[in-house]
C-alpha cells in the first residue's frame, strides 16, 4: 500500500532555531517526492520538487534532502522565522499513466518568538 | 505567479442541498483537481480533470460530480450535501503531463453542512 508517514506531528521551536522534519514513504514505483507549506487558512504552496536522482534541493531557508534507497526525506529549515508557523506536507508521487500523488498528513510547526 | 481561485471560502449548506464549489486558474493548465483536507488525514482526491469536457475519479469520488466545460473553469458538484461531506476543499492545477510540475492549490472552501 502507498503511504508517507511524517514525524513529528507537531513541534515547536525558538524563533532563530534550526529545525529538520521527516518523511518515510512506501510507494512504488516513486516518480518524486514534493514538500508543500501550508500556512493556516490557506492552500499549499509548493517548496521544493525531487526526482529520483537528487540528494539535495534547496530553496531559500528550506533544504529538501532526499535517500531513495531508504525510502527518507527531511525537510530542514535554517534560522526559523515566525512566518515559517505551517503545516509542511510531503508528497510522494507515483509513476503511474497519470501523476498520482500521495499525500502526507503533515507536521505543524508553530515557531515562538 | 499562477492563481487559482476559489468562489467561496466558507460555505454552510443544509444536509440534502446541491451544492456547487467553482474554481478558476488563469495559466492555462490543462490539469484540474479537487481534493479534500481532513483533520488527520492527508488530502485526498476527488475528481480530476485533463482537459475541456473529460473528467476521471480519483479515491473518494462517491456523493460527488464534476464539471469541465471551459479549460480555466473546474466545478465539485455534491448532488446532496451530507453532514459527511463537511471539510475543507481545495481546487489545484498543474500543466502538462510532466510528472515534475508542480501543483498549484487554491485557498480553499470550508463547507459545512448541518
Known amino acids: 500500500k502507498n503511504q508517507v508517514e511524517q514525524s513529528p506531528q507537531s513541534l515547536i521551536i525558538l524563533e ?6 521527516q518523511c518515510n514513504y512506501t510507494v512504488s514505483p516513486f516518480s518524486n517526492l514534493r514538500w508543500y507549506k501550508q500556512d493556516t487558512g490557506r492552500g499549499p504552496v509548493s517548496l521544493t520538487i525531487m526526482t529520483f536522482s537528487e540528494n539535495t534541493k534547496s530553496n531559500g531557508r528550506y533544504t529538501a534532502t532526499l535517500d531513495a534507497d ?3 526525506s527531511s525537510l530542514h529549515i535554517t534560522a526559523s522565522q515566525l512566518s515559517d508557523s505551517a503545516s509542511y506536507i510531503c508528497v510522494v508521487s507515483v509513476y503511474t499513466g497519470f501523476q498520482k500523488l500521495v499525500f502526507g498528513t503533515g ?3 508553530l515557531v515562538s518568538p | 505567479d499562477v492563481k487559482v481561485t476559489q468562489s467561496s471560502r466558507y460555505l454552510v449548506k443544509r444536509t440534502g442541498e ?3 464549489l467553482e474554481c478558476v ?3 492555462d493548465h490543462e490539469n484540474m483537481f479537487w481534493y479534500r483536507q481532513d483533520p488527520g488525514l492527508g488530502l485526498r482526491l476527488i475528481y480530476f480533470s485533463y482537459d475541456v469536457k473529460m473528467k476521471e475519479k480519483g479515491d473518494i469520488p462517491e456523493g ?11 466545478s465539485l458538484i455534491l448532488e446532496s450535501a451530507s453532514t459527511n461531506q463537511t471539510s475543507m476543499y481545495l481546487c489545484a492545477s498543474t500543466a502538462g503531463q510532466s510528472y515534475n510540475s508542480p501543483l498549484h492549490f487554491g485557498n480553499g472552501t470550508r ?3 448541518t
Open chain 1, 16 to 21: 532563530g532555531k534550526n529545525c529538520t522534519l
Open chain 1, 70 to 72: 531508504t525510502k527518507q
Open chain 1, 107 to 109: 507536521t505543524r510547526l
Open chain 2, 18 to 20: 446541491k451544492v456547487f
Open chain 2, 25 to 27: 486558474q488563469d495559466m
Open chain 2, 64 to 74: 460527488y460530480s464534476v464539471s469541465r466545460e471551459k479549460k480555466e473553469r473546474f
Open chain 2, 111 to 113: 463547507l459545512t453542512v
